[in-house]
């Protein structure tokens, strides 16, 4: 007989058929009572044994973590809470775990913290909370590919090795086959990269963007969808040393065409996932819902996490330059009495965590799209606007999260963008093929980043970016 999941059990009709499933024991309740879990669904299968026909060996053998296969005849359940159930006719211990041992991790059924479950990583994804935030990711990088393969964007696997730093310049890490006791040098002391495997200095990218672009400007519509690298010393919620991002980016569309494809983008996954995830979301939800009361009341939130779903998806973004958004912070409470850590006095200031959180969740209450902000404080690639000031970059805010979106429309003007590097001093030799771009068919075009860990983090409303990647990289942290 083929073993069904349990995800598949809970989909059939029960007319007293034969199956056969396999999972792990999440629990044995009176020598009758198993809680089956498989990972296919959060939802655990009853399985209901008659414990006078078996071994009591066997019975011994089937203890909370421990992995089994069992037979047996579905059927409707009896008890509540489920719809339907097994009457075990036979089980076979998979893989024993000793109670003893199982007693020390993560594994024993009682509350865990988030940060004890860090530490054993690899048992958390067993846990009800793992489970439901992986599957909604698996579910939600589905929702992405589909999104733009039903929108006519082909998947670009840029390179994860780059050889330019313009974009990174000190958050980066080096790749390197050099010994690092006993470097070649150079005539003037320096590391002599010229010797080391590419023949020239090389890191892990930090955005697959510039790459991108040079595929869009052939293909139309690309995006990438691939891991990225960032040495920032940031030790914050937000921010992993390796994380996945999504970068969209087409030929002939300017920035509003930018923003309507992120926020078009942005609530078409997060309506998949409520389409398809409601028991993993359900879940999260109640979770977070007891979370929140553990809150001073003033500090929770008013929503659900399914409701802030639906409201992002049911509200348009607001759209507010930056100007206009460092004219509603000058004035705002928390800057007057001097609440920000980092005041915001003038135009130009960049905007911190803070003042993004602010802007979203106390003046707008809704996601906001940032655009048109001041030329120093954004890369060198972002269209200079005709006053010369402010470049066509976008950043999209979200309640709880702060920055998931970073984008702009691109410089396609070479004589521009010469000088904004010659002003950076980006040496013309590094990126001259992203030069030449502007120079044969250059043309209108933008695109932007999203991190897919911030999105994982809105839709599971979990708050800490470590808890929703399978294993995180941050500083001082790569076990596993
Ligand atoms: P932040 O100011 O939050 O550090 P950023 O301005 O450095 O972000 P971008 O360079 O615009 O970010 O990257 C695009 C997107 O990638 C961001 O909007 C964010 O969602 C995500 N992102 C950036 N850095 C990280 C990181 N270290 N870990 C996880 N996601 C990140
Ligand atoms: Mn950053």
Redesign the pocket.
Known sequence: MISKTVSELFQENPKHQDVEVKGWVKSFRANRFIALNDGSTLRNIQCVVDFETMAEDLLKRITTGSAIQVKGTLVESQGKGQAVEIQVSGIMVLGDADPELVSKTILQPKRHSLEVLREQAHLRARTNTFGAVMRLRSSLSFAIHSYFNKNGFNYMHTPIITGSDAEGAGEMFRVTTLDPKNPPLTETGKIDYSKDFFGKETNLT??GQLEAETYAMALGKVYTFGP?F?A?N?NTS????E?W?IEPEVAFMDLEGNMDLAEDFLKSVLEYILEHNATDLEFLENRLEQEEQTKPKHERSTMRLTEKLKFVIDNNFVRLSYTEAIEILKNSKPNKKKKFKYPINEWGADLQ?EHERYLVEKHFKSPVILFDYPAQIK?FYMRLNEDEKTVRAM??LFPGI??????SQREERLEVLKKKMADLDIPEEELWWYLDLRQYGTAVHSG????????VMFATGMGN?RDVIPYPRTPQNAEF
């Open positions: 930090v955005s990225t960032r920032e940031s937000r921010h992993l040393a994380f991002m965590s890369a950043d999209i702060g920055e998931i979106v970073g984008g932007f980043g999203l991190g897919f860990e911030r999105l970016i």
